[in-house]
């Protein structure tokens, strides 16, 4: 289970003794929906409940959880309790549509984790980080990057927050780490590590996010052999510089590389289970590596 928050609280670590009769009462009060208002108002809150939209996905898990959270708890409890963070979820993930494809890739990645497994990778406008925390657990060095020192903040916490999670096969593998990355500067490209794979979700809204996403995939795939770059992303009817992207690609000399709508993709139905926009937005998968000499 990954947790995940916005906006990581200050002091750390969460003051978790504080949220847990917020919890309790969450499972036990009548009048459950208020107190779902509450709890999503809470810093506190949000990070010890982590990211609504992808507790949805691990019902199976949500009675360890909240066993973990406050000890035992009755099984009527615990059904009251993940229905509350199902409604949860549809109040905080709607509100940002990049929070679905960011789990979709998490999702494709843990379905095709033999390709990170002992890799070097990057994850190009981390956001919350979903996307990276989940390749950090089975790649040997991980690094998650953002244009927002405040974004980079949240990354570092949520980072902690997952360690047991990233480390749980190799306790000793480096840390994940967090960089500040503009790619309209080329200083800011080359201070990131090197990474052998590089991946993205639904960061092309406009064409200058489609030039500087390519300035960072070219500076790892053309100087690090095998290198090769996966991005989810909403398509040009939602997202306005994809075609600029699919321009940009398609005049490349340098690089290889496909485009394939995700429902389309062997795993796609599996993907896109549970992801409600899926009935309103069109989903592209990119792959993209240096071109064959």
Known sequence: ?????????????????????????????????????????????????GLAGFLKAVTGHMAAFVECMDGEMAPEEVTILHELLLLLAETVVDEDNATFLAFVLARWIHIHRELFEGKSVIEVGSGLGLGGITAARYASQTTLTDYQSDTCTALEYNIKLNRLFTHEFDPAKLEVTVSLLDWDLTESIEAVPRAEVVIASDIICEPSTAE???????????????????????????RFGVVHLHALLAASTDLSYSITPVGELPDGAQLLETVSDAQELSYEFYEIRAASN
Request: aromatic letters at 4%; one cysteine or more.
């Open 1 to 49: 289970m990954v947790l995940i928050c916005s906006t990581p609280p200050a002091p750390l670590p969460v003051d978790v003794t504080a949220t847990r009769p917020l919890v309790q009462e969450i499972a036990t009060s009548t009048a459950a929906r208020a107190h779902v208002r509450v709890l999503a108002s809470s810093t506190y809150g949000r990070c010890v409940l």
């Open 212 to 238: 500087g996403f390519l300035r960072v995939v070219r500076h790892h795939i053309l100087k690090t052999p095998g290198c090769v770059a996966y991005l989810m992303n909403a398509n040009s009817h939602s």
